[in-house]
Each structure stands twice: as structure tokens, then as C-alpha cells.
């Protein structure tokens, strides 16, 4: 498993900036769960926030309001049949959605909710209740306290170049239809 390294809270809306589809793990009672996300976003710089829809059908979103925690994980090419397994089985019929689909939650640093194991990295983060927002569009903003990366994929705040295949960040569309993320480029910045 690779040695994660801290992510300056600054430079942590840089792990979702590309619009990676993302595992949204939460705990509560015991009780630990995993479930997709394709409808995340960055917020706010500093501190810190990103927001991500969890519709009210789910297992997570019942986690995650008796919580008022979830953590943000950005999964690899690898995972992508789990991420794919994880969103489309909800822990409301599923006793344990890790085992099931062969994700391994590992210990938050900083919150109960667990992280997915060899992810690029992830964002524990704290909900900030937003009832109207919650009930009216599904819409959670959470605060990140602590986010974490494989410093071979990021690191310094930056996105390393690609030199595993399979640990290329995920984009999804529709019906078990993803792209990978491509390679990197440079656009000199306009004076
Ligand atoms: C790739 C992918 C992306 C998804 N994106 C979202 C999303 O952004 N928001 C959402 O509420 N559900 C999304 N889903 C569906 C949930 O992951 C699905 O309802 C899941 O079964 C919920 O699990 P749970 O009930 O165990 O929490 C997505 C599913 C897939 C496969």
C-alpha cells in the first residue's frame, strides 16, 4: 500500500479539480458503508469545502446525517469495476459493501468514517447541516479537515504524470460507462 502523505488543506480542492467520480465512505453505530459519486465538486479554498449529492434512497446519506461526517475518495482504473459495484448496490441490502465488492476501508485519521485503501487520496470532512440544501436538492457541503494522496500520484499540490495505467483517476458517465483521465499539459498563463 503506497505511504499517503498530509495534503496542505489549501491545495486539497486540487484532488477533485479534474472532476474525478469519487467513494463516498461514512460510519455510524458501527456501521461503515461506501457507495459512488459522480456529482462532486470543490467549494471553497480556504477553509476548505466541497460539496456532493447523496440521493435520499441511500444507506450513506442515513450515515452521514447521524454522523455530520463522510470522507471523499478519489478511486484509480483499478477500482473501477468496485466503484462500479459500490454505486450500483446500496448497503440497505448489502450487510458489508466493502467485502462485497473487495474495497478495504482503512481508519480516518481525523474522523470515524473510513478511507477506501489504495486510492489516489481522499478529504475527511465535516458536514455543515444545510437542511434546505439537503432535503431540497440532496446537496452536502462538508468542511475538509484532513486530506491525504499516494505522493506518487500527488504531491507538493500538484498531480504527478501518469506512469501506472492503472492508477489513472476516474470520470463516469452512465451504465458502467467511465473514461480514464488523460495525460497532463501546459498552457503558458496569459500575461
Ligand atoms: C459511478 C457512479 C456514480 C454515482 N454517482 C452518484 C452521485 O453523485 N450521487 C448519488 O446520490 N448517487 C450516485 N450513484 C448511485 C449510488 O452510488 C447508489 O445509489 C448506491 O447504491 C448508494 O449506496 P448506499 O445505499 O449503500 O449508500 C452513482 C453510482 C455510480 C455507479
Redesign the pocket.
Known sequence: MPDYQPVELAKCYRLLNHGP?VLVTSAHAGRA?V??????MPLDFNPPKVA????K?????QLIEASGEFVLNVPVKAQAAA??Q???????QVAD?FAASGLSAEPGHTVAAPHVAGCAGWLECKLLRETHNQQQY?LFIGEVISAWADPALFKDGHWQPIADDAKRTLH?IAGGHFFAIGDAFEIAQPD
Open positions: 467520480t458503508n457507495m459512488a459519486a459522480a456529482w462532486s456532493v449529492v447523496i440521493d434512497a441511500t444507506l450513506s446519506r466503484v462500479l459500490v454505486g450500483s448496490e446500496s448497503g440497505l459493501k440532496d463516469y
